[in-house]
């Protein structure tokens, strides 16, 4: 379809540009007989006039949106943003957002690294796939390492612990050959083991338009959406809300998945590593979310999985406007780029250099020893 429109959207605007032609027309003419009539009926065609203008106005703001306009939002809950993933994300064959197939098996000496997570490790917001840490990653080791490792990203959106654990066990129930899983952990994460957040989606998805012009529109099923999000306590506090669920016992429930999933890696020569990234649009002097970060952390230094936390990478960086856009606070390609330079080095450094540099390196730190 021309501009990726519906072919209901193209018959309607079709429809809608026809008929403002037609009343155009026809308001000018009937204008002109009263004018020429001296009639003060002219008035209500210089005021049909005006409301045309208006309408036209409309009508062009709503064609920006539908045609031009071209960004994501954190819910993905506006036309505008499911528009934006319809133009720009593109599955491979077993349904994932990479740009090469999943295959069961890698070329022989080679080691898979398997990227899992939600929206932040699927790329919500970035246009091309290229741009995200794991495929920045995967290049970086082609380049250092060619034909030693072969990166997958299996990133989903609104996934948590229990399904990313789903995910990778089904992909190795299946055969797929699985050597290092990166689970990049958001810290709305732990929101599947708190019982009261399990409905929050579908409170959201309730308070979409049914009335045609909103629902079926761009420009304004978007003014809508902002202003009923403004409106829901839901959205207003998620964030603010979701800080103090490290300090409950949706924790506990989320630390008791994290060591069943790393048992399960370890049943089968997984190694398991862990990215913990911040939220980045309150990210500063008063982030909430330290506690969070300090759980995970101390999990995964008790559990001996290497663990790199992504807040004192991107801290330094804030000011230069690491979120996709105002109202998109998932990371954009900047602080992708930050995250990928930082597990090349700190997470996944070990892979870079190679298991011969590894044993001259543990050789000479027992000789210092």
Same mark, same amino acid.
């Given at each position: 379809?021309?501009?990726?429109?519906? =072919?209901?959207?193209?018959?309607?605007?079709? /429809?809608? &540009?026809?008929?403002?032609?037609?009343?155009?027309?026809?308001?000018?003419?009937?204008?002109?007989?009263?004018?020429?009539?001296?009639?003060?009926?002219?008035?209500?065609?210089?005021?049909?006039?005006?409301?045309?203008?208006?309408?036209?106005? &409309?009508?062009?703001?709503? &064609?920006?949106?539908?045609?031009?306009?071209?960004?994501? +939002?954190? @819910?993905?809950?506006?036309?505008?943003?499911?528009?934006?993933?319809?133009?720009?994300?593109?599955?491979?064959?077993?349904?994932?957002?990479?740009?090469?197939?999943?295959?069961?098996?890698? =070329?022989?000496?080679?080691?898979?690294?398997? @990227?899992?997570?939600?929206?932040?490790?699927?790329?919500?917001?970035?246009?091309?796939?290229?741009?995200?840490?794991?495929?920045?990653?995967?290049?970086?080791?082609?380049?250092?390492?060619?034909?030693?490792?072969?990166?997958?990203?299996?990133?989903?959106?609104?996934?948590?612990?229990?399904?990313?654990?789903?995910?990778?066990?089904?992909?190795?129930?299946?055969?797929?050959?699985?050597?290092?899983?990166?689970?990049?952990?958001? &810290?709305? +994460?732990?929101?599947? @083991?708190?019982?009261?957040?399990?409905?929050?989606?579908?409170?959201?998805?309730?308070?979409?338009?049914?009335?045609?012009?909103?629902?079926?529109?761009? @420009?304004?099923?978007?003014?809508?959406?902002?202003?009923?999000?403004?409106?829901?306590?839901?959205?207003?506090?998620?964030?603010?809300?979701?800080?103090?669920?490290?300090?409950?016992?949706?924790?506990?429930?989320?630390?008791?998945?994290?060591?069943?999933?790393?048992?399960?890696?370890?049943?089968?020569?997984?190694?398991?590593?862990?990215?913990?990234?911040?939220?980045?649009?309150?990210?500063?002097?008063?982030?909430?979310?330290?506690?969070?970060?300090?759980?995970?952390?101390?999990?995964?230094?008790?559990?001996?999985? =290497?663990?790199?936390?992504?807040?004192?990478?991107?801290?330094?960086?804030?000011?230069?406007? /690491?979120?996709?856009?105002?109202?998109?606070?998932?990371?954009?390609?900047?602080?992708?780029?930050?995250?990928?330079?930082?597990?090349?080095?700190?997470?996944?450094?070990?892979?870079?250099?190679?298991?011969?540099?590894?044993?001259?390196?543990?050789?000479?730190?027992?000789?210092?020893?």
């Amino acid at each position: 379809m021309p501009f990726d429109l519906s =072919p209901e959207y193209l018959v309607g605007m079709t /429809l809608w &540009l026809a008929a403002g032609g037609a009343c155009f027309y026809l308001l000018l003419r009937q204008r002109q007989k009263w004018r020429l009539r001296n009639s003060p009926r002219i008035v209500w065609a210089n005021c049909g006039l005006a409301l045309w203008m208006f309408l036209a106005a &409309l009508t062009a703001l709503e &064609l920006y949106f539908a045609v031009i306009y071209d960004q994501s +939002d954190s @819910f993905n809950m506006t036309n505008v943003s499911k528009h934006w993933f319809a133009r720009h994300v593109h599955k491979n064959p077993q349904d994932f957002r990479d740009a090469r197939p999943l295959t069961k098996r890698v =070329p022989k000496g080679a080691r898979r690294v398997l @990227f899992a997570g939600d929206s932040f490790t699927f790329g919500h917001g970035i246009k091309d796939v290229a741009d995200r840490f794991s495929d920045r990653v995967g290049a970086r080791l082609e380049a250092e390492k060619p034909g030693r490792f072969v990166v997958s990203n299996i990133g989903e959106c609104g996934v948590h612990v229990q399904l990313v654990e789903h995910m990778v066990e089904t992909a190795v129930e299946m055969g797929y050959q699985v050597d290092v899983v990166v689970y990049t952990i958001c &810290l709305n +994460d732990i929101e599947g @083991f708190k019982e009261s957040e399990t409905g929050m989606q579908e409170r959201f998805d309730s308070q979409s338009p049914r009335f045609p012009l909103f629902r079926d529109t761009y @420009f304004l099923n978007m003014l809508y959406f902002r202003v009923q999000q403004a409106r829901i306590p839901e959205v207003r506090n998620y964030y603010a809300n979701m800080a103090e669920f490290y300090n409950t016992s949706a924790w506990d429930r989320m630390q008791a998945e994290l060591e069943k999933f790393h048992e399960y890696c370890r049943g089968h020569e997984i190694d398991l590593r862990i990215a913990i990234f911040p939220f980045l649009h309150n990210l500063g002097p008063d982030y909430p979310f330290d506690a969070g970060h300090e759980r995970i952390a101390e999990f995964c230094r008790s559990a001996g999985i =290497p663990c790199l936390d992504l807040k004192p990478v991107l801290l330094p960086h804030v000011a230069e406007g /690491l979120t996709v856009n105002r109202f998109d606070a998932h990371p954009n390609e900047r602080a992708h780029a930050l995250a990928a330079e930082a597990m090349e080095r700190q997470l996944l450094g070990d892979l870079f250099r190679g298991e011969r540099e590894d044993e001259d390196g543990d050789r000479e730190d027992e000789e210092r020893g």
